[in-house]
């Protein structure tokens, strides 16, 4: 079973405020993703990192932040929110080899 | 570079006939492959993984795939579907001890099953 969690699983929240979406996970990994997802559409990874202080862009363009200052811990955050941010947003961890990518619940954001 | 094909974006079949997923993937090097479920609200499970040895790979739920190294395809497969498997699948391939790359996802296949 895998240990990612996601916090929170559901939020609702009004233009122009800040957000930070949590994720943790406690398999020691060193990798870990954040993907954007829209209803039944594809996974669009816009975040990841290799390990702690170290962060890289996706292939789609986000306006969000990441910060790994923990190897458990990848938060993401959105300085101003707005209903463009409106989606699903998936975070995963990885070891090294990559032999398996797990996930946690996601998160669904609403931006009214 | 890698990539993935996932051919039909929806797959409608009858509760206990045959599920049959296609995935096909390019990658400059042998790659690691999954097939991955998820449920509505939900994030994506693991359903099975090749990544060496035997090329047939059974998963959870009575799910199985081959990896086709001539025909560069993992395609899902499951004798008799279940009302259950009604989901969204998703196949994905990574290359291995490279830190430079990552999982490379499809685009998805819906299941949908008709009972």
């Known amino acids: 079973e895998a240990d990612i969690y996601q916090t929170p699983r559901y939020l609702v929240i009004g233009t122009g405020k800040k957000i930070t979406l949590e994720c943790s996970q406690t398999m020691g990994h060193d990798k870990m993703y954040w993907y954007q997802q829209d209803p039944g559409m594809e996974l669009h990874l816009i975040h990841y990192s290799y390990g702690v202080n170290s962060t890289e862009k996706g292939d789609l363009s986000s306006e969000s932040t990441v910060s790994r200052i923990r190897t458990e811990h990848f938060p993401l955050t959105l300085e101003s929110a707005r209903p463009s941010h409106t989606s699903q947003y998936l975070c995963a961890s990885s070891d090294s080899r990559q032999t398996e990518a797990f996930f946690g619940q996601g998160t669904r954001l609403t931006v009214v | 570079a890698q990539s993935v094909t996932q051919l039909g974006s929806h797959v409608s079949v009858s509760e206990g006939a045959l599920v049959l997923l296609r995935c096909n993937y390019s990658?400059?090097?042998?790659?690691?492959l999954f097939w991955y479920v998820q449920y509505p609200n939900q994030g994506l499970q693991l359903l099975l993984k090749y990544t060496t040895g035997a090329t047939l790979v059974k998963g959870i739920n009575g799910f199985e795939a081959e990896f086709k190294k001539s025909e560069t395809s993992f395609h899902l497969t499951k004798p008799s579907a279940h009302m259950s498997d009604a989901a969204e699948y998703f196949c994905?391939?990574?290359?291995?001890?490279?830190?430079?790359?990552?999982?490379?996802f499809g685009t998805g296949t819906s299941l949908t099953v008709i009972p």
């Open positions: 994905a391939v990574s290359v291995p001890l490279n830190t430079g790359n990552q999982f490379y």
């Open positions: 990658s400059s090097v042998p790659p690691y």
